[in-house]
């Protein structure tokens, strides 16, 4: 959940109304929103030269207020104010629109195709003749950095930029140029460098460093140049220094580029419609001809408003109120959801472009119940008695983790995710036949992919422990993830037994004793029907010393005498022995 910092003095003006401490933090708890914290902070004060330095700082009391992930509106003072002007009813809902310019040539972005090997979508609009004073550009800037750690993904996704319009000319192109082809004056610094340069010198820096791997290692860097060559921005690490804005810009050039094009759809909306207040002409942008690579031609921004219907018995039964739909509409118009009542069971809601978090009559519902206020809401006892038990694969596994247990191993619990070579090469298979769930963005080369056993976590572990006197006898109850057509989300877990014997000698009779004693547990006899044992090759095992355990003829493991080569992968000297099973079938 992000958290904002708020002037509170700033605050209280734009409201219009003082709070006390405790009385803005009962406001912010109506609107569904928490006061986290109140602090202070040093802030500047003019004064004269030679005058006390005590005397050039005064405390500024901020306001720390918890923001739901969703509400990218909220995300600034000026969204804040306007959901609670809005929820108070001191303002109406604001009406937002995108106009057309004289000439849209001028002001075109071109999106050429090489863009498609990094970042291949962008969208853009401009705000006219914006009046900004400190405060306010501080918000417009601020408001970015939120949305590009939120949203943006800390700009994996999205990356915005910010122009002054006066200081460029259109049409604007967006390209992906080779490194050493990309050359300007980065934001703040007065030197022209190449985009290498540029690498180098934020490499260090507090910030931007963060954000250098996103485009590092590609052959092209995205670019943004004007009509006359001028670079605009380097998305997503730096703007030009040329076109920066500042307290005396009055039109605002704002691109976003983008590997998701939905999401810069959602962020240029949020930007725009919280500083369009400011215009000459409030709530009003002036729209941007994109011609995407593929060449189709799209006017940015959407700021659409999408009409929903919801059903008032529905929402009053999720809910547990009993409200009339004129009385519901009446709530949903407080969270800028301008309502009407349809007819006696439905109500029409309109969503407008700053309320991207709802996309599913729920969010509608939930918006029913903030307005109507949590502690509103009848206590009631539930109309039927349930008896709470434990899910039958969770009970099967309790039990069997205490047997084994007393048969002298010990409980490891280790990681859902590992790297592709610990399933695949370290195993001696190839990753291809391996029905693995790959993440798309793994964080380290640690965490690649969902695990599709258990035994190399088990083996990590005993490498990280071979230390310990002999024998080490370890196992995991735990699930696995197997890619399945299939199921609905494309994959699904398997719950499995696996045991690990390392000793001086392989240990077999070990793992084997183990898998009797669990079987005789489960009261799954030793015969053709219950479960029984056939040879079969695996890489992993040592030849002619690996068996497939079959159920009622149906394989659901494997068992035998690790192969030398993948105790090496795994930085093990000593034979080891392993059990692996699905039991589910023993529901």
């Known amino acids: 959940m992000p958290t904002i910092g708020v002037k509170r003095d700033l605050l209280f003006k734009a409201l219009g109304k003082s709070y006390t401490d405790e009385e803005f933090s009962h406001v912010c708890f109506e609107y569904g929103l928490e006061l986290d914290e109140v602090t202070t902070e040093k802030q500047m004060i003019s004064k004269e030269q030679g005058a006390d330095q005590s005397a050039g700082a005064s405390e500024e009391v901020l306001y720390r207020i918890d923001i739901p992930a969703n509400r990218y509106d909220l995300l600034c003072l000026e969204g804040l104010v306007q959901g609670l002007s809005v929820f108070q009813r001191k303002i109406p809902i604001p009406k937002f629109k995108a106009i057309a310019p004289k000439d849209f040539e001028k002001t075109k972005l071109t999106v050429l195709p090489d863009t498609s090997l990094i970042r291949p979508y962008a969208v853009a609009a401009i705000l006219r003749n914006l009046k900004f004073d400190p405060d306010r550009y501080a918000h417009f800037i601020d408001l970015q950095d939120k949305l590009h750690h939120n949203i943006c993904r800390k700009r994996s996704l999205v990356a915005i930029g910010t122009h002054d319009l006066d200081s460029i000319k259109g049409p604007f192109v967006y390209d992906a140029k080779q490194p050493e082809d990309i050359k300007f004056k980065p934001l703040n610094h007065d030197a022209e460098l190449t985009a290498p340069q540029i690498m180098q010198l934020y490499s260090t820096h507090a910030q931007l460093k963060a954000f250098l791997p996103i485009i590092q290692d590609s052959p092209v860097y995205p670019v943004i140049y004007d009509a006359e060559g001028t670079v605009l921005s380097l998305p997503p690490i730096i703007n030009g220094h040329h076109s920066r804005i500042t307290l005396d810009t009055k039109n605002v050039f704002i691109e976003c580029t983008a590997t998701d094009l939905t999401k810069a759809r959602v962020v240029l909306d949020t930007l725009v419609c919280m500083f369009s207040q400011y215009c000459s002409e409030p709530f009003t942008v002036e729209s941007v001809k994109v011609v995407q690579n593929d060449g189709k031609e799209a006017v940015y921004p959407d700021l659409e408003y999408r009409m929903e219907s919801i059903c008032v018995e529905k929402a009053n039964s999720y809910i547990g109120t009993k409200l009339l739909p004129e009385q519901m509409a009446d709530l949903l118009s407080k969270m800028c959801l301008e309502s009407s009542v349809k007819n006696s069971t439905e109500l029409e809601v309109c969503v407008p472009p700053t309320r991207h978090d709802v996309i599913h009559a729920c969010d509608i519902y939930e918006d029913v119940a903030i307005a109507f206020g949590y502690n509103n809401i009848e206590k009631t006892l539930p109309r039927t008695n349930t008896i709470a038990q434990q899910l039958p694969i969770n009970k099967l596994s309790d039990q069997l983790r205490e047997e084994i247990a007393q048969a002298g191993f010990t409980e490891a619990l280790t990681f859902a995710l590992c790297s592709r070579d610990d399933i695949s090469s370290k195993l001696?298979?190839?990753?291809?036949?391996?029905?693995?769930?790959?993440?798309?963005?793994?964080?380290?080369?640690?965490?690649?992919?969902?695990?599709?056993?258990?035994?190399?976590?088990?083996?990590?572990?005993?490498?990280?422990?071979?230390?310990?006197?002999?024998?080490?006898?370890?196992?995991?109850?735990?699930?696995?993830?197997?890619?399945?057509?299939?199921?609905?989300?494309?994959?699904?877990?398997?719950?499995?037994?696996?045991?690990?014997?390392?000793?001086?000698?392989?240990?077999?009779?070990?793992?084997?004793?183990?898998?009797?004693?669990?079987?005789?547990?489960?009261?799954?006899?030793?015969?053709?029907?219950?479960?029984?044992?056939?040879?079969?090759?695996?890489?992993?095992?040592?030849?002619?010393?690996?068996?497939?355990?079959?159920?009622?003829?149906?394989?659901?493991?494997?068992?035998?005498?690790?192969?030398?080569?993948?105790?090496?992968?795994?930085?093990?000297?000593?034979?080891?022995?392993?059990?692996?099973?699905?039991?589910?079938?023993?529901?």
């Open 428 to 587: 001696g298979r190839p990753i291809n036949e391996v029905p693995a769930v790959h993440i798309s963005n793994p964080k380290t080369l640690e965490f690649q992919v969902a695990r599709t056993t258990l035994l190399p976590g088990l083996l990590k572990t005993l490498s990280a422990n071979k230390r310990l006197p002999l024998p080490l006898k370890l196992f995991e109850i735990s699930d696995v993830v197997l890619k399945d057509p299939k199921a609905e989300t494309g994959a699904r877990n398997e719950r499995r037994l696996c045991a690990l014997n390392c000793n001086k000698t392989p240990g077999f009779e070990v793992v084997h004793g183990l898998l009797d004693r669990a079987m005789q547990l489960l009261e799954v006899p030793f015969t053709k029907d219950g479960y029984s044992l056939k040879p079969v090759d695996d890489p992993a095992f040592f030849p002619q010393r690996c068996a497939e355990i079959l159920h009622k003829g149906i394989p659901i493991g494997r068992m035998g005498v690790l192969h030398p080569s993948v105790l090496s992968q795994f930085d093990l000297a000593n034979p080891c022995s392993a059990v692996e099973i699905n039991i589910e079938p023993f529901l």
